[in-house]
């Protein structure tokens, strides 16, 4: 079962260390080098100690299913024996991956942004701290949006265009705004940003950034030639809002992720009669907009909780469970230790669209009994959910199987039968990564997910490898090489292999 309770910190000690640590009485002064797994069962490791990342895609072709994540790119067909094909193939950790069936082409989305202002040992408060910081941002030289490639030949990847967020010359060696984080492209005319377009979006609370991201809609119609459709922002974002800044229940709490954060998902095209978007927009709580308009998205609905500052209350929309009438919220930690208040993670009731409800939470995930600590808090780094298994997939997703990439919880799993009350169902803790000499580097041990529902196969992304899994929830795994006869949204991929 979810633990209910365990040590949490107040707002008293409350400070901005996400890039150090912040260790407390009963933190380990080691990293834990051992692995623990629970009803679940581990069958590889590939790409020790290699530069990996949470955002995973897939693609295939024929019997061949290719695996990208960080610029590298695994033959995974005969998933025992995977390899590695492509290395430094792109640039741009956060992708997205998807057959464009009106070209015919594999089309590869990379993002790219000027780095956050984060923070030091000397100024734990970021920015407040130290607002020389800042200049990372804002004297950063390089792409600041989104590079396209054709993905058709893995072995080949080619760029096809760059896009700036701010419409400028995407050659330009400084741009404007923060560029973009998590985006969405599903193969159809339109992907999704998760931006900050312009240096007119200021009104950050959080002190580890400097921008406020929001969504921002560009036209790939043609890949080589992305155009504009849309932004749309709460009010309050800009400079030059003021009125509507001050009326935020974050407003001056410098601590706040008053900013998107995940991407901004479509279940369905919009060129295929897909009308709702669905999105993770930090303190602001769960989103949904009509976008049957992309030029002018519509906001319908908006959840989020009692007020609570600090961390990124939303940082994923699952819509993975959109057909049981069911979104779930998951939240991001910043800081390392606990150093900053829980945020839950919900799960909502969304079948009416314009009035979500919260059903249930996770709670906090329980430590493994033969650990060296009895709550994840006292291990070192970040702890909490950070990726469900990624909503673009191989085959459809099971009926009652959920998992997280948890950081120093590694990757949790749970039983979703019940939405109404999530149970636990096994854990796989890596080893931490890292060292405690080198602050930042031990804060990932869980990343990402990649689940192939069709082979009943767990790709899990982690900062020591990447690990095959699975789970007697999935059924028997299949290792074998086969073709994807279906993806896990329909439309999504269609004649992939024609």
Known sequence: MLAGSAVSAGFARLAFANNHPHPHRDSLDFLDPETYVDNCEVHLQLGANAELSAKSQMMAIGKRRLLFNNGHVWDIGDALHPELINQGAWSGSQIQLAYNRNIGKWILVAGAAAPPTSSTVEAPDGKYGDPRLIDNTRYYAGLRGIRVYDASNPEDIRLLSMWSCDQGDPTRAVQTGGGTHRNY????????????????FINMESPVRLHSNCLQIIDLADPEKPKFVSNWWF?????????????WREFGDRSSFTAAHGAFYVPRKVEDGGKYMYGSYGSFGITVHDISNPAEPRLLSQWRPAYLPGAIPFHTADISWLDRGILIGSAETLNPDCNEPFHDNYVLDISDIQKPA??????????P?????????????????????????????HVSFMAYAAFNAGFQFMDFSNPARPKMDGYFVPPSGGSLLRPGSFNRIGDGLMVEWDRRLIW??????????SHPALGKPDFTAQAVTEWSADGLNQGHDG
């Not at 492209?185 to 007119?200: E, H, K, T």
């Not at 899990?460 to 899994?469: H, K, R």
């Open 358 to 367: 919260p059903i249930a939470t996770f709670g906090r995930w329980e430590a």
């Open 460 to 469: 899990a992304i982690a900062d020591s490898g990447i690990y095959l899994l």
């Open 235 to 247: 009010p309050g974002q800009r400079a030059g809002e003021l009125g509507a800044y001050r009326k």
């Open 185 to 200: 492209y599903d193969g159809g005319r339109y992907a999704y940003l998760d931006a900050a377009p312009d240096d007119s």
């Open 369 to 397: 009994a033969n650990a060296p600590y009895h709550d994840f808090c006292d291990k070192r780094g970040r702890y909490g959910t950070h990726n469900p298994p990624h909503f673009k997939a191989p085959g459809k997703r």
